[in-house]
């Protein structure tokens, strides 16, 4: 042991259990690298809890509709009950209003005292009136949204201490304010009209539905064409085809397909379906032909592994009874490896419905106020309503937004545990 | 007769042979013959010479019917409307006819538009009906001529075989459809581009203004298309991005790879992975509602004059998006460096933080830089982040708080709305998307390409 005597004029040697200023550094390093770790993991994990936490909060106030329910007596001769849509019944409307706020009569109030009440209310009186005409002539309540600013201040939005040069309502409008709630003429009910109602410019009207019935079209389309063309690439590709230059061919093809950006299959949608097949702008088919051409990849990917997960031996059981390649893919192959080629294309179909970019290039952001009726007629989506509305100043439309998202995160969250649950459910190892 | 019920009817069809090709084959069988194929197969066979090219034809038909129909109509358009106008102009009127056709009226028609529309309504009429009897006749003569063809010793399991394989090739080659489709659509509407705008002043040029004038003795902007500004701010706001996303993926994947739990991992991974599948719209909508106007307050507070649409806010965000993408490739690059390699460092007394710098890191840093590339690529084809919290105009600029522009940016804003098909400035988007297809195409590639080399070292 003569190396663990020390030599003249060099350091003492420690021994093993001995603790030196190296050695801390050393592990003060690693317990830095950890803790690096961690500060990561948080600032992520924190920004996805601040994302869904502010989108939470902002969404909030849609969650609820501040309505106002008004005496209304529609006199014989306003109406004509041959033809109740004709009716004037803004002036019929704004009749009621009158009646509680008698005191109101210069022509500033009065604009200031409608700008209270949504611009709806006659459609909500009309149609009331339409569905039951005997009404006409009668003394009846009806219940219609307030407008925006109203809705604002029910929900505390504005602030009634801010000085009146920095708030967007007038002192008389917060006193009629306060007068309809005395006399219990102000509700909030569920905000259903945000799923059911089509898109509007009045942030108390505008709803969802025709974004949904557009977001189903288009999903529809993108499953019809992709999930068969898909499952038949990946087939040929995966079980078919010789290795030759045209399959190596597809397959890289199939690879830089899937990382392509969205917005040049938006272009590809423009220059192709609209300017070169002249198909209709802002429809549904076009974006799901978009999307399909989007999704594809995905699912020949998708395919193609469960194809690859199912054992030769069941192939070679089947082609040895006797059946063709073409009967053992049908009959054994294809029914095995379904529940990841479902899983897949889920995964896929709930990319599409987020997706935005392409669907902007082909007019899916036009302003309609009617929900589609088939899917060659202008509609939005899902993800370009949330961007009109994301891009409108009025207040309102910020929680209808947020409100939006959460719709559309809902969907997406519903899709991938269905595709989660599929693959625990199905999921078979050989 | 709506296109679902003339699918239906084919579909309809298209069983009927199938019952009758299958009753026909049972039928010999009974009588004693000796089939080649079970009779299910003799059914499938007429099923498909009845449905499939019926079913090829309305698709074909679908696709040129709305250019035969305007180019049959312009023919019949009285000479002084089509003659010398350019393609706008006849667009124009053929959009006319057609809201006319549909009932659109907007002012007072002349009457040479009021007959073009009577013969549109009649020209479309016509070719419904037409496209209907076609139908009917391709599915008809399809199914007789299949049933002609059966007999004991048809081999029609071998027939329906070889024809669902060639369904299968075609379906195949609609992925090289796409991207010849995708290359066709931008090569050529850049080229006409770039006729009117020099490549050179494209791509190296300073200024970037793509307004064309709407009056000809218009003073000011008369289009700049020089891309310059473009690309940096594209480039400035991926390289935030990747600031952001680099190193918060790389730490959370050694995190989970070297020092997590299985417990912690088995939680924190799939919670990652929900930051990927969020719509990028919603980050977009994040960093104008949150991170924008917090970047913007905070620099105020510190003196700083912040831009609303800084490039800091949106290229942080971006960078959130892009975190799962580096740490799972991350993941997946150091999970497969042998685990001899790491029991060698632990064997030499090395302590975990120096097995990962110096041995795993070093072995898995081709998978991490294909992943960090893909990364890169995902970066700057991303558009909805930029498109609502990005700037709009070109700005060459190094301050991360300043507003910059990017290539998806401009394409969205220079498409979206009703714009005409040959204004340099619609074309202009193309050209940009050229040039973001190459570059992510070069990107994927040596991506796929570094990844390549290094399974093949430990595999």
């Known amino acids: 042991m003569s190396d663990t005597t020390a030599r003249p004029g060099e350091p003492k040697r420690r021994a093993w259990y001995e603790k030196d200023a190296k050695l801390s550094r050393r592990h003060a390093a690693d317990k830095r690298l950890r803790a690096y770790g961690i500060a990561a993991i948080v600032f992520a994990l924190g920004m996805l809890a601040t994302l869904v936490g502010t989108i939470l909060i902002t969404a909030a106030p849609a969650v609820t509709q501040t309505m106002v329910t008004l005496d209304v007596v529609v006199p014989e001769g306003a109406v004509d009950p041959s033809d109740p849509r004709g009716g004037s019944y803004q002036k019929i409307l704004n009749e009621s209003i009158a009646r509680i706020f008698p005191e109101v009569d210069t022509p500033r109030e009065k604009r200031e005292l409608r700008q209270l009440f949504s611009n709806g209310g006659q459609y909500a009186l009309r149609d009331k009136v339409v569905s039951d005409p005997s009404l006409i002539g009668q003394a009846f309540a009806i219940t219609f949204p307030l407008s925006d600013i109203g809705d604002q201040l029910h929900k505390g939005v504005i602030d009634r201490d801010l000085p009146r040069d920095q708030r967007r309502v007038s002192d008389e409008q917060i006193g ?59 087939v040929y590709l995966e079980e078919f085809a010789p290795k030759n230059r045209l399959t190596d061919l597809i397959e890289v093809n199939i690879n830089n397909l899937a990382a392509v950006p969205s917005i040049v299959f938006g272009l590809l949608g423009l220059a192709v379906f609209l300017n070169f097949f002249g198909m209709p702008r802002s429809a549904p088919i076009v974006g799901g032909l978009v999307l399909s051409l989007m999704t594809l990849p995905t699912i020949i990917i998708a395919t193609r592994a469960a194809l690859k997960a199912v054992p030769p031996s069941i192939r070679e059981a089947a082609i040895g009874v006797g059946a063709s390649k073409m009967q053992t893919v049908g009959h054994h192959v294809l029914p095995l490896a379904m529940p990841g080629i479902l899983t897949g294309t889920i995964i896929g179909l709930a990319q599409a419905l987020g997706e935005t970019a392409p669907l902007l290039l082909i007019g899916m952001n036009a302003f309609i106020t009617a929900a589609p009726d088939s899917m060659f007629n202008p509609s939005t989506a899902l993800p370009t309503q949330i961007y009109i509305w994301a891009d409108s100043p009025e207040r309102g439309f910020t929680s209808r937004t947020s409100a939006a998202i959460i719709v559309l995160l809902g969907f997406l969250v519903c899709m991938n545990a269905i595709a989660i649950y599929m693959r625990k459910r199905f999921e078979r190892r050989w | ?275 990927a599948g969020i719509p990028t ?39 959130i998006m892009i975190i799962p993408f580096i740490s799972s490739f991350s993941d997946d690059a150091i999970t497969a460096v042998p685990q001899s390699m790491r029991d060698g460092a632990y064997a030499l007394g090395a302590t975990k933080a120096e097995t990962i710098r110096q041995v795993l890191l070093p072995a898995a840093l081709p998978g991490i830089v294909g992943g960090v590339l893909l990364a890169v690529s995902r970066a700057i084809g991303e558009t909805m982040i930029v498109v609502m919290a990005a700037g709009l105009t070109a700005t060459l600029t190094a301050n991360p708080l300043e507003g910059v522009t990017t290539v998806t940016v401009q394409i969205v804003t220079l498409l979206i709305g009703d714009t005409e098909f040959d204004s340099p400035k619609t074309l202009a988007a193309f050209g940009l998307g050229l040039v973001l297809f190459i570059s992510t195409l070069v990107l994927n590639i040596a991506a796929l390409q570094v990844v390549k080399r290094y399974r093949e070292r430990y595999e």
């Not at chain 1, 304010?177 to 006399?183: P, S, T």
């Not at chain 1, 025709?210 to 064409?225: K, N, P, Q, R, T």
């Open chain 1, 176 to 234: 009629w304010y306060d007068r309809l709630v005395e006399q219990g003429r102000i509700s909030a009910p569920l905000n259903w009209g945000m799923i059911f109602n089509a898109d509007s410019r009045f942030p108390e009207l505008a709803g969802l539905w025709g974004a949904l019935v557009g977001s189903f079209y288009a999903l529809l389309i993108c499953f019809l064409v992709s999930f068969p063309v898909g499952i038949s690439a990946a």
């Open chain 2, 1 to 275: 007769m709506s296109l679902s019920l003339l699918f239906a009817i084919i579909l309809a069809l298209a069983m009927v042979g199938y019952l009758l090709g299958r009753a026909n084959a049972s039928g010999l069988k009974t009588a004693g013959k000796n089939l080649h194929s079970i009779p299910a197969y003799h059914g499938y066979y007429i099923a498909l010479w009845c449905g499939l090219p019926a079913f090829l034809l309305v698709l074909v038909w679908l696709a040129a019917q709305s250019t035969v129909v305007d180019q049959l109509l312009l023919a019949g358009l009285p000479s002084h409307m089509t003659e010398g106008a350019t393609p706008a102009r006849i667009s124009l009127v053929l959009g006319e006819i057609k809201n006319v056709a549909a009932g659109r009226v907007f002012g007072t028609p002349t009457q040479a538009v009021l007959d073009a529309a009577a013969r549109y309504q009649s020209l479309k009429d016509t070719a419904s009906l037409a496209l209907i009897a076609c139908t009917l006749a391709a599915a008809v003569g399809g199914l007789a001529f299949a049933r002609s063809r059966l007999s004991p010793d048809f081999r029609a399991r071998n027939k329906v075989d070889g024809i669902l394989r060639w369904l299968l090739i075609v379906c195949s080659i609609l992925a090289i459809l796409t991207t010849i489709g995708i290359i066709l659509s931008l090569v050529i509407e850049s080229l006409v581009f770039f006729a009117r705008v020099p490549v050179t002043e494209f791509l190296f040029g300073m200024n970037w203004s793509p307004q064309t004038p709407i009056r000809a003795d218009q003073v000011a902007s008369t289009g700049a298309f020089g891309a310059v500004p473009v690309f940096w701010g594209t480039i400035f706001i991926s390289a935030i991005a990747m600031f952001v996303a680099i190193p918060v993926g790389l730490f959370s994947a050694i995190y989970l790879v070297e020092y997590a739990d299985k417990k912690v991992r088995s939680v924190v991974k799939p919670l990652l992975e929900i930051l």
């Open chain 2, 281 to 319: 719209i919603v980050y977009g909508f994040f960093a104008v509602l949150t991170v924008a106007p917090f970047i913007r307050e905070f620099g105020m507070s510190l003196g700083l004059d912040v831009a609303s649409n800084s490039a800091l806010a949106a290229g942080g965000v971006m960078g």
